[in-house]
Structure formats: structure tokens, C-alpha cells
């Protein structure tokens, strides 16, 4: 399974540290919509899945992805599956 993890000026953070209440449910619920998605992708090259889904914020806290794999094609590939 695709794990989710968080970052805030590009350091990793707990979830709990992300967002609290409604936000953090909103996030959480984005993340897993996102991660059903590509919970099929595999690298074309290596065969294996994304390690994981990094939450950050963004200018005026919009909400933004980063993907964790092997390589960049199969970052590629999962950004294919989202387009």
C-alpha cells in the first residue's frame, strides 16, 4: 500500500503536525482519493509501485502532491494516471 506522509518546507512532519481538525480530514481525504488512483501503477522499468504520497503545503495553503518511487518514470507514469 501507498504510504502518505507530510511535508512542510520540504522537511518531513507527522500528520498530526500537518493540519488539525477539518483540514487534516479534507487532506486526508484527498490523499486517499489520489492513492486509490495509483495504488495500480507500476514502474515500467522495475515493476514495482510508488513507495509514497508526501502532502505539502503550498503558497496560501493550497494543498500539493510530491510522489516517492524508484525512479522518475514512474513518478511519470502515476502523473499519467492522474492527467
Do not use: W
Amino acid at each position: 500500500m501507498i504510504k502518505i506522509k507530510a511535508s512542510i518546507d520540504g522537511k518531513e512532519v507527522p500528520l498530526s503536525e500537518f493540519s488539525s481538525g477539518i483540514e487534516r480530514k479534507i487532506y486526508l481525504a484527498a490523499a486517499d482519493a489520489v492513492r486509490e488512483r495509483l495504488e495500480g501503477v507500476k514502474c515500467p522499468e522495475h515493476g514495482t509501485p510508488l513507495d509514497a504520497l508526501i502532502l505539502k503545503k503550498a503558497e496560501h495553503g493550497n494543498l500539493g502532491f510530491d510522489l516517492e518511487g524508484c525512479c522518475q518514470k514512474l513518478v511519470e507514469a502515476c502523473e499519467a494516471e492522474l492527467a
